[in-house]
């Protein structure tokens, strides 16, 4: 089932009963090819911060929400996008989806929790450079997309990330985390009739921005 909310969120569902489980993801159509060359990094930094806590979930609600009832919960960044996923019973899909669109536009974005998570992005840039593999990879994206977008690392740079102030954080996840970025997938055994339900009460209940995503350079 394919459902347009009234501020254009797409929310497919798939039922599916073969074990009671549920799996969740809110896709934000936004990643490395949407930064300015001053912001390179942040959408994967972004990532990272969201896990920390709203205002109404402080930090530590992914082990209380999501890991105490038995689920694990992740993100993933690319050029094109970011996508947050989390797996659970299927009787806590309807707090799940409250619990995505919560973090998708509520993050608190604490600065001392900002300036903690730098050692850990600094760390797996380091990781990164350790791996033959992905420092080859690295490599052969620079040289075919060199001058591209596509061309840079999506995990940023160290004197980019080193210097990141939270006004900079907060002004790119304001403009890039609105309804026009959002699509919500929910495959389980769950309701339809209510998972619809309750993404209106949450993610369609967000007033829409106006963005529009520019195109990607040729």
């Known amino acids: 089932v394919r459902h347009v909310l ?11 009963r073969v074990s009671d489980v ?3 993801q ?10 300015a060359a001053a912001e390179l990094g942040l959408a994967h930094y972004l990532e990272h911060m969201l896990f920390k806590g709203t205002a109404t979930r402080p930090t530590g ?19 094109d996008y970011t996508f947050y996923h989390t797996v659970l019973p299927a009787k806590e ?3 799940a989806i409250e619990m995505l669109a919560d973090v998708g536009v509520n ?3 604490e600065a001392g929790l900002l300036e903690a998570e730098k050692q850990v992005v600094l760390e797996e840039m380091r990781l990164n450079e350790d791996s ?13 997309y060199e001058g591209h977008p596509y061309g840079r690392p999506v995990i940023g740079r160290a004197e980019l990330i080193n210097a990141l102030s939270r006004d900079t954080l907060v002004s790119f996840y304001r403009r890039h985390y609105v309804p026009e970025m959002f699509a919500l997938v929910v495959v389980g055994a769950v309701n339809p009739d209510e998972v619809l339900r309750v993404a209106r009460a949450t993610l369609g209940a967000l007033p829409r921005s106006g963005a529009r995503r520019l195109p990607p350079p040729p």
């Open 93 to 95: 899909a309807l707090p």
């Open 26 to 35: 809110l896709w934000v159509r936004a990643g490395g090819r949407d930064e």
């Open 132 to 144: 033959p593999r992905r420092y080859l990879v690295r490599q052969l994206f620079t040289s075919v």
């Open 107 to 109: 993050a608190s974005l």
């Open 61 to 79: 609600f992914i082990e209380r929400e999501v890991e105490g009832v038995g689920g694990r919960m992740n993100a993933g960044t690319s050029w």
């Open 6 to 16: 009234p501020n254009g969120i797409p929310v497919i569902i798939q039922e599916h």
């Open 22 to 24: 549920v799996a969740l």
